[in-house]
């Protein structure tokens, strides 16, 4: 079958942002524009879950109004095909945000127009600057209370160190937004009604501008009186991306055409020299389709951006796969998902055709795969495809051995495709299910679930034989346990959450342990000098053989780094995993009949026993970077009660009439803290929180965390 949309007409963008900017809402109106729908319905409207969003289908999403795992869907506009990925907001749903922009090629970036640049906001940028995933940004809510365009802008270009370039400037703003004006065409767009069906009018930009539409704010009329300087510096701007063209107006001083600007901001956007700026109000129906126009004139095809990179098996790069239907078959595995229709993995292909039938290789881990159902994705339906080419996005049916990253190839051109990155888990609870006749369906859908989400980790605690989940925050558990009662018809309770605290050594400490057991027969011996040394925070665990002379054997050596990865999973403090240590095994001995891989294994792990509690060991927990946005009225109970709480606050923002208190505090001290926050602002005060860093725990919680282990134990 030929191609039926040319490679160079393909779109394949992510909707990213802040949870409650509006990107939900953003991809509604798209799919209503492009013709793909032909009823708006709007997230306020699907709590009785009676009804839902396209993107938003899931009976969690519905209840919350928030979106939790990442949807596609496909549209066309100007004969341009647009595969849309809305992404979720939340930060304990990063992983979806991640594992899309992996595969996309450019990236709408969600901003509210009252507050401007939030933390969900920074966390996906910098994913996004990750995978160099070129962007254009969109300040929506222009309707909102609050509004401020130029702030927005402000925040863009300090808080992300980004190049903002703005090539809307927006007409009014709340109950007066207007529309706005086009700095490429210099036109501007005027509505006068909020109806979905609504045409806006193209008026020229005259004087009085601002009279004919009523403006009478100072923010608004500063807008409009910024409009010349605005296009002055997109001009320069974009013809830093052409030197004849930047020549020509140099020379001529006459204004490059619109086609022409377009091209140059093209240019720059693909390569991120810059980020340009749209504004909009997409619940009010105004802006959507310029920012569609944006994404076809201004966002990359597959052909536009870098080649796929590949690696080796140990993750080192080796090469690339061009984009292109005459390369080589290969696919990345970007997310696997369970529902109605069974396991679906869904792929970005980039390069090849795929054909049903196919016999394909998963080289990440060596095993075949056959294709047997493909299917486009339409948010939860599955439309059935015969082959996908390069650039599509589409779902395989039932695959068995792949997972999460996992690249599939032609097996006569075998290939690993750059993998992603997935953050490690901040939180674990211990879960059960409801009731023991269902032990056996609840550990099969629990672990179907850890294997459609690499941000959660299953295992089992030693000492008490409980199954314990980690995951990215409380609401990510509590939907993962909801969600195995809707898709797999089994419930289950959640323990109390826990921290998943870390140790960690202060001083360098060298240690010789020798293992020797006698009894009868051949016997056991090995002896271990190793050196054990702080590293800084966050470098991991590092082993180094240092040994001279065959003091311990070459074939012994891997069992030694073997056995101290496996004990420093549990720490001599607390039983926590310590990290962030050298070990630098620098002698030691042998017998040429009772030593072996096992009796140095055994060896490395009781040096490692009784070393490090002479190496000074520390607590170490995980502090999260809290924003919490508050009327002004109560920002002295905010700041003394995150005080309370070992938080340091970092610094104040305005957000539109409220106050944003930026903090770090210990993820121990925040479990429960939405009623508190609210019951102490009467409900008007909001938070949210990402991971930051970890750091020591004071001697005295320290002593409380051992006890509390030791008790348990």
């Not at 998963?362 to 095993?367: C, E």
């Not at 339409?378 to 051995?401: C, F, H, M, T």
């Not at 199954?467 to 609401?475: C, D, K, Q, S």
Request: glycine share 8%; aromatic share 6%.
């Amino acid at each position: 079958m030929p191609r039926q949309t040319p490679l160079s007409d393909i779109r394949n963008i992510g909707i990213i942002a802040h949870v409650d900017a509006g990107k939900t809402t953003t991809t509604e109106r798209i799919l209503y524009y492009t013709g793909r729908k032909h009823t708006i319905i709007d997230v306020h409207e699907t709590k009785d879950l009676k009804t839902s969003t396209t993107t938003d289908y899931m009976e969690q999403e519905q209840k919350r109004g928030i979106t939790i795992q990442s949807a596609a869907v496909s549209t066309f506009w100007r004969e341009k095909k647009i595969n849309v990925i809305d992404t979720p907001g939340h930060v304990d749903f990063t992983i979806e945000v991640n594992r899309s922009l992996r595969v996309l090629d450019g990236a709408v970036v969600v901003f509210d127009g009252v507050a401007g640049v939030e933390p969900q906001s920074e966390t996906n940028w910098r994913l996004a600057d990750n995978y160099n995933v070129p962007r254009i940004c969109y300040v929506n809510k222009m309707d909102r209370s609050g509004a401020n365009f130029q702030r927005c802008v402000g925040m863009i270009k300090t808080r992300l160190n980004a190049r903002p370039v703005c090539i809307q400037v927006p007409l009014g703003s709340e109950d007066n937004f207007r529309g706005m004006v086009d700095l490429v065409e210099m036109k501007a767009y005027v509505w006068f009604s909020d109806d979905k069906d609504a045409k806006w009018e193209v008026w020229e930009i005259t004087d009085d501008l601002a009279a004919k539409l009523n403006l009478t704010v100072k923010e608004d009329l500063d807008n409009i009186a910024s409009i010349p300087a605005l296009r002055a510096e997109l001009v320069d701007t974009a013809l830093e991306q052409d030197d004849a063209a930047m020549e020509v107006y140099l020379e001529t001083g006459e204004e490059p055409s619109a086609d022409v600007l377009r091209a140059c901001l093209r240019k720059g956007t693909i390569t991120s020299a810059f980020t340009p700026v749209l504004c909009g109000s997409s619940y009010k129906n105004k802006g959507v389709c310029q920012v569609l126009d944006a994404v076809v004139d201004l966002l990359p095809a597959p052909t536009d951006v870098e080649a796929i990179k590949t690696v080796d098996e140990d993750g080192n790069p080796n090469g690339e796969r061009l984009s292109s239907d005459d390369a080589p078959f290969s696919a990345l595995a970007f997310k696997v998902l369970n529902d109605t229709y069974g396991s679906m993995t869904f792929v970005r292909v980039y390069s090849g055709v795929l054909t049903k039938g196919m016999s394909i290789l998963n080289s990440t881990r060596g095993k075949r795969e056959k294709i047997g159902r493909m299917v486009e994705m339409y948010a939860k339906d599955a439309n059935p495809i015969e082959e996908a080419r390069a650039g599509d996005i589409i779902a395989l049916v039932s695959l068995q051995e792949t997972e999460t990253g996992d690249t599939l190839c032609d097996a006569t051109a075998p290939v690993i495709l750059e993998r992603m990155r997935f953050p490690d888990p901040v939180i674990s609870v211990s879960v059960e299910p409801k009731t023991k006749g269902e032990q056996e369906k609840f550990s099969i859908a629990l672990g179907k679930m850890v294997r459609a989400d690499p941000s959660l980790r299953l295992e089992t605690d030693r000492e008490t034989g409980q199954t314990i989940l980690r995951g990215m925050g409380e609401l990510h558990l509590e939907v993962t346990l909801d969600r195995m009662r809707t898709e797999f018809n089994v419930e289950g309770n959640m323990g109390k959450p826990q921290v998943a605290y870390r140790e960690a050594i202060t001083k360098p400490i060298e240690y010789t342990y020798t293992h020797k057991k006698q009894t009868g027969g051949s016997g056991q011996f090995a002896e271990v000098k190793i050196v054990f040394e702080p590293r800084e925070r966050g470098e991991g665990f590092e082993f180094l053989d240092e040994t001279v002379g065959g003091t311990v054997p070459r074939e012994y050596v891997p069992s030694v780094k073997k056995g101290l990865e496996m004990q420093k999973e549990d720490g001599v403090l607390a039983g926590y995993p310590t990290v962030d240590f050298r070990a630098r095994l620098v002698d030691g001995k042998y017998h040429d009949v009772d030593s072996n891989a096992l009796t140095f294994e055994i060896a490395a792990k009781a040096c490692f026993r009784e070393a490090l509690p002479k190496a000074g060991p520390i607590l170490l927990e995980p502090v999260m970077k809290v924003e919490i946005v508050t009327p002004d009225d109560y920002l002295g109970d905010v700041i003394g009660d995150v005080n309370r709480r070992r938080g340091t606050v970092l610094g104040q923002l305005e957000r539109g009439s409220n106050i944003a208190v930026e903090a770090n505090v210990p993820l121990n001290e925040m479990f429960g803290y939405i009623g508190q926050l609210r019951g102490m602002t009467s409900g008007r005060a909001s938070y949210t929180m990402e991971f930051s860093h970890y750091e020591p725990v004071p001697r005295n919680v320290t002593d409380e965390i051992v006890a509390g282990r030791n008790n348990k134990a």
